[in-house]
C-alpha cells in the first residue's frame, strides 16, 4: 500500500461513521400518522386527528393542545399504546421548539417514570440531555434505559448511544468503556451501515481495556463483534496485543461480501442517503470491485442530476464521492476520464471542501508520472486554510512530486517539516531513490507509539496496489521491498505488529 493511499484509507473509515453523528442544532417534532382512534372516546378520536394535522404541517403551536389532552388519556393508552408513546414523543419535541429545551427534558423525564415506557421513551430522553450538553445525565439514562429493557436495546438508536459514547470519551473516559461493556452485553449493534467502523475502532479499545483488566467475558464479546466487521478486524489482527501471531485469521472475504450485501440493500432502500454509498464504495474498492462501485455511484450522480443535490441527505458526503470517482476510474485504468472526473470535482467544489480532493489528484498525478502539473496543483491551494493533518499530507504529496522532479533543496525542505511524521517520509525517500532512508523513516514510525494505529495498517499485505504507470510500478515493488527487510520485520515483531497477508486491497 502507498503511504498517501493507505493514511487517507484510515481517515476516511472513520470518518464515514463520525457523519452518521452530526447531532442537529435543533430538535424536529417526530411525524405521526394520522391512525384510527379508539371508539371509546369521541374527544380523542378528535384531539388525535388535530394533532396529526397540526404535525404534518409542522406546527408545533398549533399541536400543543391537543397533544396535551392525549398526553394521559386513559382511552388512547389501553386502545394504542403505541400510538399514545408517539403522541408522548410529540408533545415532548414540540415542547423543546415552542418553550425550550430545559421544559422539554422536564417533560421527557416525566415520561421515562411512566409504567408504559418504553426504550424509545429513553432514547428520546438521552438525545435531549445530549442536545443540552448534559453529558453524564445521559449516561445515567441510557444506562438505566438499557437496565429496564434489556430486550429491546437494540431499539435505542445511532445517533443517542454513538453520540453519547463520543461526548463521554472527553468527559468520563471510564464511564465510556462502562457503557460500552454494557451495550456488548445486551447486544447492541449500530443501525446504519456506515457508522460500523466508528462503533469497531470503540470495539477494538474496549478489547484492549479488557485484557488488561483480565475481563475475558466482555473480550469474547468483543472480538464476537469486530469478527463481523472485516476492515477492522484486519486492524485486530494486525494488533500483537489482541491477536496471536501465531494463530492464523479467518477468511474474510464472506464477511465483506456480506457487508457489501447489507450496505447495497440500505442504498437501494433509500438511494438519496449519499453517507452510506460512501460506505459502500469503500468496501468494494477493498474487495476489488471498482467497476462495480462506479457503476452504482454513477448511477446516484444521476439521480443527483435529475432531482437536484439539496433532495439528498448527508450532502457532507458529496464532495468524498466526486473524488471517489476519479480514484475508481484510475484504479480501472481510465486515466483520461480519472483526470477528467478530478477536475470536474474541483469545479464543483468550493476551497474548503476541496482540500482532500485535492491532496488524492496531487498524489494521483505524482504517482501518474506528471510531478510537475501535481506541483503546479500544490502551489494553488491554501495552506493556511487547511487542518494540521491536512497540512502534513501535502507536505509529504509535495515532497515526492519534487524528488520526482529532481528539486534537490525543494524536496529537503519538504521533507524536513515531516520531522515529527515518519510515516509520511517513507513514500518521499522511495521516490527520492532512497530505500535506506524509507526503512529507517518506516522503523521510526513502527517504534512511534503515536503513529500506531497507521502502522499497523501499513504494514498489512493485502492485494498489489494498482500502478499508475510504469515508474509507479517500480515504486510498488519498491515499497514492498522496503517493508520486507529484516530490520523492518523485527522492528515491528519487537512492537508487537502482526504482518498478515489479506485478499483485500487496502
Not at 477494538?204 to 466482555?218: F, I, S
Amino acid at each position: 500500500m502507498k503511504t498517501g493511499r493507505k493514511t487517507r484509507w484510515i481517515s476516511n473509515l472513520v470518518s464515514s461513521g463520525l457523519a452518521v453523528l452530526a447531532l442537529a442544532a435543533g430538535l424536529a417534532a417526530p411525524a405521526v400518522m394520522a391512525a384510527d382512534a379508539p371508539q371509546t372516546s369521541p374527544g380523542t378520536a378528535i384531539a388525535i386527528m388535530q394533532a396529526s394535522a397540526a404535525l404534518q404541517s409542522e406546527d408545533c403551536a398549533g399541536a400543543r393542545g391537543p397533544l396535551n389532552q392525549l398526553w394521559n388519556d386513559p382511552y388512547l393508552a389501553q386502545a394504542d399504546p403505541d400510538l399514545a408513546a408517539s403522541m408522548r414523543a410529540s408533545l415532548i419535541a414540540c415542547t423543546a421548539q415552542t418553550d425550550g429545551m430545559k421544559a422539554a427534558i422536564s417533560l421527557s423525564a416525566d415520561n421515562i417514570k411512566r409504567p408504559s415506557a418504553n426504550a424509545a421513551a429513553y432514547d428520546l430522553h438521552v438525545f435531549l440531555l445530549l442536545i443540552d450538553n448534559q453529558v453524564l445525565a445521559a449516561n445515567i439514562a441510557l444506562n438505566e434505559g438499557l437496565t429496564r429493557f434489556p430486550a429491546t436495546a437494540g431499539d435505542f438508536t445511532d445517533m443517542s448511544v454513538m453520540g453519547l459514547l463520543l461526548q463521554l470519551a472527553g468527559v468520563d473516559g471510564e464511564a465510556g468503556h462502562k457503557l460500552l461493556n454494557r451495550l456488548q452485553e445486551v447486544r447492541w449493534q449500530a443501525h446504519n451501515p456506515a457508522a460500523r467502523p466508528l462503533i469497531g475502532f470503540m470495539r477494538v479499545e474496549g478489547l484492549r481495556k479488557a485484557l488488561a483488566a483480565g475481563d475475558e467475558t466482555h473480550a469474547a464479546l468483543y472480538r464476537k463483534d469486530i469478527a463481523e466487521d472485516s476492515l477492522v478486524y484486519v486492524i485486530m489482527q494486525g494488533d500483537g496485543e489482541l491477536s496471536d501471531p501465531n494463530v492464523a485469521p479467518f477468511d474474510v472475504r464472506p464477511v465483506i461480501d456480506r457487508e457489501i450485501r447489507a450496505a447495497t440493500e440500505h442504498v437501494a432502500g433509500n438511494p438519496a442517503e449519499l453517507m452510506v454509498l460512501r460506505y459502500l464504495i469503500l468496501l468494494e474498492r477493498a474487495d476489488d470491485q471498482s467497476s462495480l462501485a462506479l457503476t452504482q455511484l454513477d448511477g446516484i450522480f444521476a439521480l443527483v442530476e435529475q432531482y437536484g443535490l439539496q433532495n439528498f441527505q448527508n450532502i457532507e458526503s458529496y464532495p468524498g464521492l466526486l473524488t471517489d470517482r476519479g480514484s475508481l476510474l484510475a484504479d480501472l485504468g481510465r486515466h483520461i476520464e480519472a483526470d477528467k472526473a478530478f477536475k470536474d470535482g474541483n469545479a464543483k467544489l468550493t476551497p474548503e471542501y476541496a482540500i482532500n480532493h485535492n491532496l488524492i489528484y496531487i498524489n494521483y498525478l505524482t504517482d501518474s508520472g506528471r510531478e510537475k502539473e501535481a506541483l503546479a496543483l500544490a502551489a494553488g491551494l491554501k495552506t493556511e486554510s487547511m487542518e494540521p493533518d491536512d497540512q502534513l499530507q501535502l507536505a509529504g504529496a509535495k515532497a515526492c512530486a519534487l524528488a520526482y522532479a529532481g528539486d534537490e533543496p525543494g524536496y529537503a525542505a519538504s521533507v524536513a517539516g515531516l520531522a515529527s511524521q515518519p510515516l509520511l517520509r517513507v513514500k518521499p525517500a522511495l521516490c527520492a531513490g532512497d530505500s535506506e532512508g524509507a526503512a529507517q523513516a518506516l522503523i521510526a514510525a513502527i517504534r512511534d507509539p503515536g503513529s500506531r494505529l497507521s502502522v499497523i495498517m501499513f504494514m498489512q499485505n493485502g492485494l498489489a496496489p494498482i500502478p499508475f504507470g510504469e515508474r509507479d510500478r517500480g515504486f510498488v515493488a519498491a515499497m514492498a521491498a522496503v517493508k520486507a527487510r529484516p530490520d523492518v520485520v523485527a522492528a515491528a515483531q519487537a512492537a508487537k505488529i502482526n504482518i498478515r497477508t489479506w485478499p483485500l486491497r487496502f
